[in-house]
Every structure is written in structure tokens, then in C-alpha cells.
């Protein structure tokens, strides 16, 4: 069967909760994860507001970093939703898949405090070499006790958490694996928060995705994993079955290295392409989990996308308002809000969303929780480079 592709397992470490019932909260409530910064002095610079999680993460591994460290809390949180244990995952095929934008930027961040001599000594260097920067995966298959062999990290920046989740379904439709634990985690760093300051996309305090007065994003930070595995899997075992994943699609353009194309290229074929992938139309879609950054022109194409690709009916939201961009986890968090939109039939809203950007065909989710059958929604994802990546989901 194509689309025997289920979900059994979720972990969630997001900056407005760690968990499914503090996180779905949250949403319903649009309770915000912006906070002043902590962790460095951001006295002398002009933004001082991210979304970081505030529950640590639970390995105490020092030779992790944090990005590992949110990945492996949130995978033995998923492996526990889904009742997997270490044993059971013995004789099982499991792949292990983290998208990530940044990788792990601690062993950079802490030599920004030594002393310069320090600075590309022979154990940087070997560090740098040897691929210290990017071991989220590795480091997360070895604490949960499966084979680290089979362990990906993804660098597709802010699409990257799509793309692991859509990596993972194409393995288990070509039988490459048992079970996929896929999804994406980043950790909060002054690398990206500086960077994306000087980029001047911050917002001064509040993130209003796809509002006239947008004024940029929130930098956060994540860990969300789900357990996916075959259908006839998990009627074996007898868990309950979160959601289906049915339709996945990516694309990539070469416009800018920042910009995304003016008129949405990359965005609007990974849409169309994960529509062809699950059969549908779009007028099927119920919901569309919006990339909504609230960077002027970000959310301006985004919108032209959508008005291009769906009917006016269709609803569309953006979480990061409140959870801030989560950068590789980005894409992973709000397919962790699909999966509980889809179990509880309740959309959410854009928070801090009032007047609406135009030209906007679509219907634009704000104000308040909408209730309503929900059966496919689609989760767009983009990011930096020209990455492009949309998945569907489907009612379990």
C-alpha cells in the first residue's frame, strides 16, 4: 500500500512547552515562548527578545551538545508515547533521521570565550575535521540504544524537519527500515542569534506572522521527534495510530542565497509535488500549517504561493507567533501541531495576528481556536539556500 505510512510516537521540546498536553495548552492558548535572552549579554545589542525552551532537556551527556541533547530527550519521549522499548527495537531496523539548520555550535560558541591562542590549535582542528559540528543523529540513535550506523543529520535549514520526516516515509514505503524516529532540533546560539539580527529580520518584541504590521522573526530553538513506522506494524503491536503520513514533497531553487524566488518557485512545487504524492486535490487540503516567519517578504510570498495553489476557502495558520522560528525543528514542531490538530479536530490560530496582509485569497486562521472536521493538512516548510519542503498528513 503507498499510503500505509503511520505516526505512533511524538516527543516535543519547544520553547511554549515539553510535551504533547503542555504543548497542545499552549497553542490553545497562545501562550507566547518570548522571553528575554538568557545564557549571554545582550545589553549592547539592538534585539534582545528569543523563544527558548526552559525545561532542560534530559541528558546530562556534556560530550553532547544542546541540539543532541533536545533531539534524544524528545526521541525517548516519542519512543515512549509509541511503547517502544529498547528491546523491543533489538531485532527491529531503525533509522534515525535529525534535520538541523545550525548542527551543534557549542564546541564553536564556548572558544569564543578562550583565549585566542586556543584559537585552531591542533584539537580544534581536529574537532572541525573529524565532524563535531554534526553529530545530532549519531548521538541520539547511541542513548536510545539503536544502531548508529543508520543515523542521518539533514542540513536543509529551515526545512530541514520536513525533510527528515519525509526521508523517513520513503524508507519504510522501500522496506529500508522497521521504524524511522525522524524530525528536526536545533539548540538556541548566539551564531544564530547575531547572525539573524545583523540580517535584520528580528522582530523588536512580538513575531505577527502575515499582519500589515510585521517586523520580522523570533529566534528559537527545539527538539521534536516522531515515530513512524508501517501501518500493519502498529496494528501488530496494538498502539494507537497519532496520524497518517500520506504525501511528502521537496524542491529547491537557486535564486538567492536568503530570498526565496518572487514568486514562491521552490514553495509552490514542493507543494503541488506532495499533493501528486498523496492523491489528492487541493481542495481536499482541510488546513495548511503555514512556514509564516513574519519577515515582510517572506510572508508576502508565501501568501501569493497559497493563493495560487489553493481556493479561497482554505484555512492557514503559523505557530511560530508564539513559539518563535525553531530554525531545524521549525518544520518538525508544526507537524507535532498537525498531528494534534488532526486528534483533537481543532485548528489554531495565527497569535498577535490582526490586519491581515492583501492581496490574501485564503482564509486566515486568527483570534481564536476554530473547531471543524479536519481530515489532510499540509505542513510547508522553507528555508535558506532554496530549500522547500511540504508534507501531508491525514486524519488516523
Not at 544564530?192 to 523588536?204: I, K, T
Not at 513559539?323 to 501541531?337: I, S, V
Amino acid at each position: 500500500m503507498k499510503n500505509d505510512v503511520v505516526i505512533t510516537g511524538m516527543g516535543i521540546y519547544s520553547p511554549i512547552g515539553c510535551g504533547a498536553r503542555d504543548f497542545w495548552d499552549a497553542l490553545l492558548e497562545g501562550r507566547t515562548g518570548a522571553n528575554a535572552v538568557t545564557g549571554f549579554d545582550t545589553s549592547e545589542l539592538t534585539r534582545r527578545i528569543a523563544c527558548q525552551v526552559k525545561e532542560p532537556p534530559g541528558s546530562d551527556d556534556i560530550s553532547c551538545g544542546r541540539a543532541s541533547r533536545l533531539a534524544i530527550a524528545a526521541s525517548q519521549q516519542a519512543l515512549k508515547t509509541a511503547k517502544l522499548t529498547v528491546t523491543s527495537l533489538t531485532s527491529a531496523r531503525v533509522a534515525t533521521i535529525v534535520g538541523t539548520t545550525m548542527g551543534e555550535t557549542e564546541f564553536i560558541e564556548r572558544r569564543l570565550d578562550s583565549p585566542k591562542e586556543e584559537w585552531l590549535s591542533q584539537e580544534h582542528a581536529r574537532q572541525i575535521i573529524g565532524g563535531s559540528p554534526g553529530c545530532i543523529s549519531r548521538n541520539t540513535a547511541i542513548h536510545i540504544g539503536v544502531d548508529p550506523d543508520d543515523a542521518i543529520d539533514l542540513y536543509g535549514a529551515c526545512a530541514a524537519g520536513n525533510m527528515a520526516l519525509g526521508m523517513a516515509r520513503r524508507r519504510l514505503l522501500e522496506d529500508r527500515c522497521d521504524v524511522a524516529i525522524a524530525g528536526g532540533a536545533d539548540g538556541f546560539s548566539r551564531l544564530a542569534f547575531l547572525g539573524f539580527m545583523r540580517l535584520r529580520v528580528m522582530a523588536a518584541n512580538v513575531c505577527r506572522p502575515f499582519d500589515e504590521r510585521r517586523d520580522g522573526l523570533l529566534v528559537g530553538e527545539g527538539g521534536v521527534m516522531l515515530v513512524l513506522e508501517r501501518e500493519a506494524s502498529a496494528k501488530a503491536r496494538g498502539v494507537p495510530i497519532l496520524a497518517r503520513m500520506i504525501g511528502a514533497g521537496n524542491a529547491c531553487e537557486d535564486y538567492h542565497p536568503t530570498r526565496p524566488h518572487p514568486e514562491g518557485d521552490g514553495l509552490t512545487r514542493s507543494t503541488r509535488a506532495a499533493l501528486e504524492d498523496a492523491g489528492l486535490q487541493p481542495n481536499e487540503i482541510d488546513y495548511i500549517c503555514a512556514h509564516g516567519t513574519g519577515t515582510p517578504q517572506n510572508d508576502a510570498i508565501e501568501v501569493g504561493v497559497m493563493n495560487k495553489c489553493f481556493p479561497s476557502a482554505t484555512k492557514f495558520s503559523s505557530i511560530k507567533a508564539i513559539t518563535g522560528h525553531c530554525m531545524g525543528a521549525a518544520a518538525a514542531t508544526e507537524a507535532a501541531q498537525c498531528v494534534l490538530s488532526l486528534q483533537h479536530q481543532t485548528l489554531i490560530p495565527t497569535w498577535h495576528l490582526d490586519t491581515v496582509l492583501q492581496p490574501c485569497s485564503l482564509d486566515p486562521l486568527q483570534g481564536s481556536p476554530r473547531t471543524g472536521r479536519v481530515r489532510y493538512v499540509l505542513n510547508n516548510s522553507a528555508g535558506f539556500g532554496g530549500y522547500n519542503s511540504s508534507v501531508i498528513l491525514a486524519v488516523a
